[in-house]
């Protein structure tokens, strides 16, 4: 089956540390999403992918990093610079990122809570 | 830039009642919205979207969406809610003329079906 798996499901952070968020497709989609859901907050963009080995920054970066070394990946690490990582996390993935209308689907999300 | 409201916060709706929920944008383009429903501890589902055509969106699980540029509005509508139908709404605008900025979404309103 087609789809997207984040991985994994919960994730426990200790202070100062950095931990990874695993995304990837099998969709064969070109562009590929990051957003942070916080209770009330809705969804804030943090980094997308239009293609492999390019990325930009979205609304709220700060304290997190990305890479796209395969088109079916996409992992987020975030980094001990975050000091409010406690939320849940979606990757969603688009077909082509140029087309604004494109469907954006989504993985289950991964929620990362701080010890 | 571009901005969504979901000026409901909860809604709560008897079985078999008619829902309507409500969607502004405010937005410099021609917009393209989407609405997605999230249950609880998971990602996103795509319910409906517009880029363009006819004003009223068909979508899946019965649900559809009017489009009213001359109110900025793009609210959500069933005839005959399911209890299976309590989740959190989402609505969202695409990235303005084009481009991969990925999508920018309203707080979410969550819908509470009594018996």
């Known amino acids: 089956d087609g789809g997207i798996t984040q991985s994994p499901k919960y994730l426990f952070r200790k202070e100062g540390q950095n931990v990874t968020l695993s995304c990837e497709q099998n969709?064969?989609?070109?562009?590929m999403y990051w957003y942070r859901q916080d209770p009330g907050q809705g969804l804030r963009l943090i980094y997308y992918s239009q293609i492999v080995n390019d990325f930009q920054k979205g609304d709220i970066a700060e304290g997190y990093s990305v890479s796209r070394e395969k088109k079916e990946s996409f992992p987020l690490t975030v980094t001990s610079a975050q000091k409010n990582p406690t939320a849940f996390y979606l990757c969603a993935s688009s077909i082509d990122a140029r087309t604004p209308q494109e469907t954006q689907y989504f993985g289950p999300g991964t929620r990362l809570l701080v010890l | 830039a571009q901005s969504v409201t979901q000026p409901d916060i909860h809604i709560t709706v008897s079985e078999g009642a008619s829902l309507e929920l409500r969607c502004n944008y405010s937005y410099g383009a021609t917009p393209y919205l989407f609405w997605y429903v999230q249950s609880p501890g998971q990602g996103l589902q795509l319910l409906l979207k517009?880029?363009?055509?006819?004003?009223l969106v068909q979508g899946i699980k019965g649900f559809e969406a009017e489009f009213k540029r001359s109110q900025s509005s793009f609210n959500l509508r069933k005839p005959s809610v399911h209890w299976s139908d309590a989740a959190e709404y989402f609505c969202a605008v695409g990235p303005p003329g084009g481009g991969a900025d990925g999508l920018t979404f309203g707080k979410g309103t969550h819908l509470i079906i009594q018996p």
């Open positions: 969709l064969n989609h070109d562009a």
């Open positions: 517009y880029f363009s055509g006819d004003t």
